[in-house]
C-alpha cells in the first residue's frame, strides 16, 4: 500500500557494510530501537564515549564483558539521514553499540539473540543508572578503575571471560 523502508535505512546498510568489513562478516545483525532509559539517559550524560562506557560499565559487571569496546555516541542530529548514517558507520567500526541522542540505540552481533542481548544489558544498565543517579547526586560506591582491571587479570574470572579493556576507560573520578 505505498509502504516505505524506515527513514533509518541508510543507517542500517551503512553500519551492516562497516561490520561485515570489520568482523569479517561474522555481524549480520544490526537491531535499532528507542529504549526509555537510555534515551532518558542523553539527557543527563554528556555525548563522550568515554564518560558513557564508563557510566554504564559501573552500573553491572557484566558490562565490560559483553561490550569491552565500549559505547559509542552520536550528539543530537536529524535522525534518517545520510549525516547521521556516516557518523554512526564510522563508531561502528570500533564499537557494537552507538547511541543516537535524544532518539535511540543501534546494537550489533552475530545473532539476533546475542544483539538482542547486547542492546537489553546496555538499556538494563542505563535504568540501574538513571534509578541511582534520581535516589542521590553522588554514587555512594561503584566499580572502581583497579576493579576494573581485577576482571582481566582475576585468573578465575579471565579463564571465562578473558577481555581487554582499552585504559581509556579506566580513569580516576
Keep these: 500500500n505505498g509502504g516505505h523502508p524506515t527513514s533509518e535505512f541508510p543507517s542500517h546498510l551503512m553500519n551492516h557494510a562497516v561490520k ?4 569479517n562478516g561474522t555481524h549480520r ?3 535499532h530501537a528507542h529504549p526509555m ?4 539517559l542523553t539527557f543527563i550524560l554528556p555525548p563522550d564515549q568515554v564518560i558513557w562506557t564508563r557510566e554504564i560499565w ?5 558490562c565490560p564483558v559483553i561490550f569491552p569496546a565500549g559505547i559509542g555516541v552520536v550528539p543530537w542530529m536529524v535522525p534518517g539521514g545520510e549525516q547521521i548514517a556516516i557518523r554512526t558507520s564510522r563508531l561502528m567500526e570500533e564499537y557494537d ?3 543516537w541522542y535524544h532518539h535511540g540505540m543501534f546494537a550489533s552481533g552475530d545473532t539476533f539473540d ?6 537489553h544489558t546496555v538499556e538494563k544498565a542505563a535504568g540501574i543508572l538513571i534509578k541511582v543517579l534520581s535516589c542521590v547526586p553522588k554514587k555512594a560506591q561503584t566499580i572502581t578503575p583497579d576493579n576494573f582491571r581485577e576482571l582481566m587479570t ?3 574470572f579471565s579463564s571465562m571471560f578473558p577481555i581487554e579493556l582499552p585504559e581509556k576507560y579506566l580513569y580516576e573520578k
Design 29 to 31: 545483525v544490526i537491531y
Design 58 to 62: 559501573e552500573s553491572m559487571t557484566e
Design 97 to 99: 553499540v552507538a547511541v
Design 154 to 156: 582475576d585468573p578465575n
Design 114 to 119: 546475542n544483539t538482542f542481548g547486547l542492546f
Design 20 to 23: 561485515k568489513r570489520v568482523t
Design 37 to 40: 532509559n537510555v534515551i532518558a
